[in-house]
DNA sequence: GATCGATAGATGCAAACGCATATACATCGG
DNA sequence: CCGATGTATATGCGTTTGCATCTATCGATC
């Protein structure tokens, strides 16, 4: 425990994010290079990726809004880019007139499988030698948590 | 430790990642969401911060470039906005005709520290009742790692 | 010191973004 | 039921973004 980090409660969280966004920027840089975006941007991927891992398969729009880093404006359009692309279908909330359900189609489905596959393997040479197994167990515990405090409020 | 994330290191390494930038993606949408970026999106404070954060002052537009999570041209289209507000100076690099080096001026010091402050008191109530100080501490230790190990190559 | 590949930054342009607002539906109090 | 207030999504519009490309300079080689 250095001293820097030690002074007070504020500074400790400040440098804490500070250090969390900034990992996440290198990571991000190195992932955003290799050639899985080529074909699909990153918020694009992430949408796809979201649905993929929804167990109903339909979500509602709203509800990936919260995953996703962008206003309802931005996610609307994007969507209805992917469906122009053939890669998700959207309908109505069938119990609520204003909403709208979004599902992958069956080629968005293998489009997410297939760079998924590519981006697991970057992921995992970038981080698989950065951290020992025990401490990446326990930086997948430590975001978690602070995802789950973040999100409750 | 949990069977799910003990299956294999590919599996956990992406999971680790997916798990940081959930959370990264969390507390940017609280912090966005605030008044301080109002008047300065995300990236322009981000320029203005890593500006005063050199020791020189003076800093190469492709060092700064390292630190943001934007493309070349972005970058530079930025800058000059900045200097348009008044908030940044560049002049030509001494040793590098082809370089540009960028500082703060007093008023976008003044405008990073304000911003600044209040930027702190969001992240402090936002980290600070989700992980212990000794919790804060490791995810400092362990993203800063991450970071070090990833840029390193 | 001329040539050639590499690097720093600027710029044209189309795509994507956020903000403000419009529209449609829900929900609640009377 | 009806009007008021709130929520889900769409759209107009000005701004920001990335890609491709251009210019200028660097550094190495001969």
Redesign the interface.
Same mark, same amino acid.
């Given at each position: 425990?250095s001293a820097k980090?030690?002074e007070s409660?504020?500074?400790?969280?400040?440098?804490?994010?500070e250090?969390?966004?900034?990992?996440?920027?290198?990571?991000?840089?190195?992932l955003q290079a290799g050639p899985a975006f080529r074909t699909l941007a990153l918020n694009e991927y992430d949408v796809l990726f979201t649905l993929s891992r929804c167990p109903s398969g339909w979500l509602r729009q709203n509800e990936l809004n919260d !995953? @996703?880093?962008l206003s309802q404006s931005s996610l609307s359009r994007l969507v209805e880019r992917l469906e122009k692309r053939g890669l998700v279908e959207r309908m109505p909330a069938p119990d609520d007139g204003r909403g709208v359900l979004v599902r992958l189609t069956e080629a968005g489905r293998d489009l997410q499988k297939q760079i998924g596959r590519e !981006? @697991?393997?970057d992921?995992?040479t970038?981080?698989?030698?950065?951290?020992t197994?025990a401490?990446?167990?326990?930086?997948?515990r430590?975001?978690?948590?602070?995802?789950a405090?973040?999100?409750a409020r």
């Open positions: 425990m980090t030690s409660p504020v500074r400790l969280a400040a440098e804490t994010w250090s969390l966004f900034r990992a996440q920027v290198a990571v991000m840089r190195r !995953h @996703v880093l !981006h @697991v393997r992921i995992a970038l981080v698989g030698p950065a951290l197994p401490e990446q167990q326990e930086l997948l430590l975001t978690e948590k602070l995802r405090s973040v999100t």
